[in-house]
């Protein structure tokens, strides 16, 4: 199997623009489906990327957006819906996918890749998110037009993530930090290991079938993560572990609070530990590697270098 092209769900975003990158430096066709075009005027400009505009709920967008390609990958996920009811993620995670494999059948694309999360197929998974997430992995996994392959990291890193710079913003305008599920445990993956098997897998029989688990070489505490950020952003602040309740809470105060830092069915998936126990394949890179160029005081001094002279990363 050669694959020549590939559309991209979610290609706009934090994992897809590294996506994105290696397609087109092997040589790749990449397609790009926005409903926001003038938000990526960045991608637009790019000859290798064909940047379309349309809505990926709708069948006959997925139809004409797929049409003589090689493969789809789809990225696509939200980690909190603006309800509390789980129609939002049903919509975003398993009613996109079905629409996506169905699209792909029928235009006859030979692979399809899927970005899922660690611990979606634990057997009773304790979160909306995490309950949709699996139900989209069963519905490639049934598929039978193409060969599948799902991916699931842990919580993925890298300059533009929402997860430690979130901690970062929040560290900002905090005098402490109130902490819940602080020992929560994660294996940070870098969003350029995680870019690499996506590209890697789309021609590796060896990956046919099959949901890999992505991890980083080192597990944390939530705690030791929000330290470790407090430290590169020169922001030390006290850090106030929360018990149960209180991070209930917190929690639902903060599902009002606009951008939703924090919701209830987080602090759900936080109750399991987002650390590799299945099949894994090797991400290496350290956080403390690449953290301190987008966190630190060389990150800080790099992106007034870039105000300065008007360039872009």
């Not at 967008?61 to 789809?72: H, I, N, Q, Y």
């Not at 899922?116 to 992995?137: F, G, H, I, T, V």
């Not at 039978?144 to 699931?152: C, Q």
């Not at 309740?245 to 917190?250: E, I, K, M, N, V």
């Amino acid at each position: 199997m050669s694959i020549k092209s590939v559309c991209l769900l979610g290609g706009t975003g934090f994992v897809g623009r590294h996506i994105v990158a290696r397609l087109t430096d092997r040589g790749m066709a990449v397609r790009v489906l926005t409903r926001h075009m003038e938000r990526h005027r960045d991608l637009k400009v790019m000859p290798e990327v064909d940047l379309a505009a349309g809505d990926p709920h709708d069948p006959a967008t997925l139809e004409d957006f797929f049409a003589g390609a090689d493969a789809v990958i789809n990225l696509v996920g939200i980690l909190n819906e603006k309800g509390r009811d789980g129609s939002g993620f049903r919509k975003a995670h398993i009613e996109l996918t079905e629409k996506a494999l169905a699209a792909a059948t029928d235009q006859g694309l030979r692979r399809f890749v899927q970005m899922s999360a660690l611990k979606a197929d634990m057997p009773d998974p304790p979160s909306q998110y995490l309950r949709s997430k699996a139900e989209a992995e069963r519905a490639v996994f049934a598929a039978s037009a193409f060969p599948v392959t799902v991916f699931r990291p842990s919580v993925i890193f890298g300059p533009e993530d929402s997860f430690l710079n979130r901690f970062a913003g929040l560290l900002k305008i905090a005098p402490f930090m109130p902490l819940a599920r602080a020992e929560a445990r994660f294996a940070p993956v870098f969003v350029g290991d995680v870019a690499d098997h996506f590209v890697n897998c789309l021609d590796d029989p060896a990956t046919f079938g099959k949901g890999f688990e992505l991890c980083g070489p080192r597990i944390y505490t939530l705690r030791e993560l929000v330290r470790y950020t407090a430290r590169l952003t020169r922001r030390r602040r006290p850090i106030v572990p929360l018990p149960g309740w209180a991070g209930r809470l917190q929690a639902t105060v903060f599902e009002f609070v606009p951008g939703k830092p924090l919701s209830r069915d987080n602090l759900a998936s936080l109750s399991v530990d987002s650390v590799c126990t299945g099949e894994t394949l090797p991400c290496p890179t350290l956080l403390e590697a690449v953290a301190p160029a987008y966190l630190g005081q060389e990150g800080h001094q790099a992106r007034m270098q870039r105000l300065r002279t008007g360039t872009r990363e």
